[in-house]
């Protein structure tokens, strides 16, 4: 800058964050969890993670017609998410329609990034679930890749909380690893691009209501019965990764509380209650529809506004 | 406007469910298989044809203020009579369509058309909207429940395009799928009708 003296009109300061930036900081964030779970279940999650990634970028390049095949990374993002929510052992041709639903009816139908309602990745997974529930439901466990329950349907006593933190459980690909996740969400908190709220709602609750429905047998007993249930299933990769996303949470501060808690009840509602053994999608697919009314009753006061 | 270009508005210009959204109720029930489809078209269209003629011939009898209870009169009666001659020729058909049949007394293209056009319109052009309006409507349905059927099923009129292999798009069969499927659809009928001008 040759001028010492620049003259414009605000806005001064300027963020080098741009929508680009931000994806690649959450593929950052994503990759240790989805190192885990190639560690834990090898090729088949591998190849998995490509096929969603790469259809759904394929198929954002195609509907924008942008020659750049990563865009603003958002497609990529969506892709990778989806992958951490299917088991491993899914047919490819399962992986690449999920990737296709992920961007059409996740998101672009809605008029593209920023206008989504719902989450894209947990749009695609609603879908297939209820397309093709045997596939998406056939759980195997780490390395040896045997067939094998989930620990929330098989209960509490199946696994040690060690497995349960490291991750090596039947489950999804990406959301077995508590430990990976919160490395990786560091980083977003790092960043700044989450806050504390929609997943200290959510985790917290969680506990609570495992606290509070594990049984009544001692504190200790209590405690581990809230702590499977914040381990076990995607509540990690949920409250971490799912609920946060910007565009489908709300931006007040206490919408973002309410947000949280709001997932967290559901989910316990449809462990404990419902006929599904996990409830973290339809969850936060609903608290999302609830988004706009929660942003719209949580506004702020403005400073010197008189309540009504 | 001529009778030819009466007709003709029905099938693309004022679609029923693509353009004017009406009798999406069903539009998302029924078309499961393609040959559901048709026959809700078929009937609809039949009942809509009837009810357009007696209404345009009785448009100076009926008396304003109890129009529409005349026109439901009349329309009931032709959704009786496909109703009966469903049960009698196509039970299967019959069976499978169950209560949507008497409910085209209430579908709203019918008596959209009564109220709109039929009870304002000579003869000859009633009759003329009458079939485009169904012809629009059939097709539509026709189209909608062949794309589901084809997801969900692998075939069209039951006729198997995909093979024993596929496995299949189950959404499309249910009804979260049947809106899905309309959305998409409309989405892509507008983009066709903006690309060639049909609007």
Partial sequence: MDRKLVVSSSPHLKTTESVQSVMIDVLMALFPAALAGVIFFGAPALITMVLTTVSAMVTEAIILRQKNIFGDGSAAVAGLLLAMVLPPTVPWWLAVIGGI?????GKQVFGGIGNNIFNPALVARAILMASW??????????VDLATAATPLALGQRAFSFTDLFIGAIPGCIGETSAFALMLGAGWLFYKGHITWRIPGGFIGTVFVMGFLFGGYSGAMAMISAGLFHVLAGGVMLGALFMATDMVTSPVTAKGQLIFGIGCGLLTMLIRIFGTFPEGVMFAILIMNALTPLIDNK?????????AK | MSV?????KGIIKENAVFR??????????VTTMAEFGLGMGIATTAVLICSNLVIS?????????????????????????????????????????????????????????????ASKAPVSHSLADGLGIGLGFTLSLTLLASVRELLAAGSIFKINLLGAAYE????????????????????????????????
């Fill in chain 1, 133 to 142: 529930a045997s596939h998406m439901t056939n759980w195997v466990r780490p």
């Fill in chain 2, 4 to 8: 030819m270009s009466e007709f003709s």
């Fill in chain 2, 20 to 29: 004017l959204m009406l009798g999406l109720c069903p539009i998302l029930a």
């Fill in chain 2, 168 to 199: 299949p798009f189950m959404v499309f069969g249910s009804p979260p799928g049947a809106f899905l499927a309309l959305g998409l659809l409309m989405a892509l009928v507008n983009m066709l009708s903006k690309k060639y001008k049909l609007e």
């Fill in chain 2, 57 to 117: 011939l009785m448009r100076r009898i009926i008396p304003t203020k109890v129009r529409i209870p005349s026109f439901i009169i009349i329309i009931a009666t032709f959704v009786t009579m496909v109703d009966m001659l469903l049960n009698a020729y196509l039970p299967a058909l019959h069976a499978q369509l169950g209560i949507f049949v008497p409910l085209i007394v209430v579908n709203c293209i019918i008596l959209g058309r009564a109220e709109a056009f």
């Fill in chain 1, 101 to 105: 639903t992920a961007i059409v009816i």
């Fill in chain 1, 298 to 306: 949580t506004l702020p006061r403005r400073f010197g506004e008189v």
